[in-house]
């Protein structure tokens, strides 16, 4: 493909000598990756029965490399939210920004939610994760991603960030921050970031860039951790940005990334040293991180308003009490739509709300009626179970009905121990509730 003059010139002034080994990487096949979701399962046991290339990535735990052909996306293994489809070193944002259990975090800039689903993993369906995306369209496929990972404390939104701002000012432990970027690590993997490219594009990236982090800023705590991350190469979306941020913010300060991947980014004043970068020719395509911590400590956990919820009818408390076994520590019903949660409904002020935790189901002419989200949830636990075939998980993900002996009522369709998906046994065969926007064709 033909790149721009003016890009390349950039690419040689930064690599200096190393330009010649980038120009060689663009002319091979981007690489592919996936990440094991272990809220669902362990690699032992998904490469048991997956047959799939890995081979181990540097950029996070349960990642790896991979040859896998076209169309793994569509098998049961990846509808069940077993796996993540992932470059290897988009991973590594995540890594650097090293959540924990129990912790508040934010991903402000989610879609499509590679990063997300990871965070989710780490914080085990304890604590929360607010995890926002501008774009509608995008914030639909970000809140997808989310049910099938199955983590049951994320709350989805589509918002301005100053708007998230202004509804969790000083709230999170954490913060990432994987800002829109004119997208130059991407050239091998996306015909549109070379066609797209020019210093316009870069200058107002650069810009938005700006507002994005001094909105980040505003959410985090007094000792909290914001990363900074891109998937582009130049200095003025990367070294430029984070130094220009930490100079109009005393009180943060960049740390040490404690990786053994990737290379120091640039010196350019601040310590931006200290972030880590990644070229092709280190093993993924094209990534920037700068890991930074607010000064000063937190005195007392700042409480949200709390939504207001219609009382639990009865037909929902009948059904969950039969169905499940074990409650969600707090319900919330609106609308009748009922949500279960391991963490408090809250207010998120003006945002729009996608997703708020687990979308549990809805209440149709004095029925309650689950909803898919009550079946990939790693936290739901229900007591009618059915384990599927092969050849059944197939049919089933093309909304096929299953025939077999199951206690009538409701049921876990499952394919090696992970839920697919729901389905209504009359005692002979299961209904399909597969639904229908995913099924396969």
């Not at 508040?104 to 304890?126: F, M, R, W, Y």
């Not at 290379?263 to 990644?278: C, V, Y």
């Not at 935790?357 to 739901?380: D, V």
Request: glycine letters at 8%; charged letters at 25%; a neutral charge.
């Amino acid at each position: 493909m033909r790149m721009n003059e003016q890009f390349l010139e950039q690419m040689k002034e930064l690599l200096g000598d190393e330009y010649s080994s980038y120009l060689n990487c663009l002319d091979k096949k981007p690489l592919r990756g996936f990440r094991v979701n272990t809220l669902k399962t362990t690699p032992e046991h998904l490469f048991s029965f997956l047959d799939i290339s890995h081979s181990s990535s540097p950029f996070s735990d349960n990642g790896y490399y991979t040859e896998a052909p076209s169309g793994i996306g569509i098998t049961p293994a990846y509808l069940s939210g077993a796996f993540y489809m992932q470059e290897p070193s988009a991973s590594s944002a995540v890594t650097i920004l090293a959540p924990d259990e129990n912790m508040k975090i934010l991903d402000l800039c989610a879609a499509p939610g590679s990063k997300t689903t990871q965070i989710l993993e780490k914080l085990n369906n304890t604590g929360l994760l607010v995890s926002n995306e501008f774009d509608s369209k995008r914030s639909g496929i970000l809140a997808e991603n989310t049910e099938r990972n199955g983590g049951a404390n994320c709350v989805v939104l589509n918002a301005d960030t100053n708007d998230v701002a202004d509804a969790f000012e000083g709230y999170f432990d954490m913060v990432l921050c994987d800002a829109p970027c004119s997208g130059e690590g991407m050239m091998r993997k996306e015909n549109v970031a070379v066609t797209q490219w020019s210093n316009g594009l870069v200058a107002s990236c650069a810009k938005l860039q700006k507002e994005i982090l001094k909105n980040a800023y505003r959410c985090l705590r007094a000792g909290g951790v914001l990363v900074y991350s891109t998937c582009t190469l130049n200095k003025n979306e990367n070294e430029y940005q984070i130094a220009e941020f930490l100079s109009e913010h005393p009180d943060m300060h960049m740390e040490d990334a404690n990786v053994s991947f990737g290379r120091k980014a640039f010196a350019e004043g601040m310590n931006t040293e200290k972030a880590i970068r990644i070229f092709p020719m280190d093993g993924g395509e094209g990534h920037f991180i700068a890991r930074m911590r607010k000064g000063g400590t937190s005195s007392e956990e700042k409480r949200l308003p709390l939504m207001k919820s219609a009382p639990l009818p009865k037909c929902a408390t009948e059904f969950l009490d039969e169905n499940l076994s074990k409650p969600y520590p707090y319900y919330f019903c609106h609308n009748d739509r009922v949500y279960g949660g391991t963490y408090p409904f809250f207010s998120a002020g003006r945002c729009r709300l996608i997703r708020h935790q687990t979308y549990l189901g809805e209440i149709r002419k004095n029925r309650f009626e689950p909803a898919n989200g009550l079946f990939m949830s790693s936290y739901t636990r229900t007591k009618n179970k059915y384990e599927m075939t092969d050849n059944e998980a197939i049919k089933y993900i093309h909304g096929e009905q299953i025939s077999g002996n199951v206690q009538k009522g409701w049921v876990s369709m499952c394919y090696h121990d992970l839920v697919l998906g729901g389905a209504k046994s009359d005692g002979t065969a299961m209904k399909n509730h597969f639904p229908k926007a995913f099924r396969v064709r």
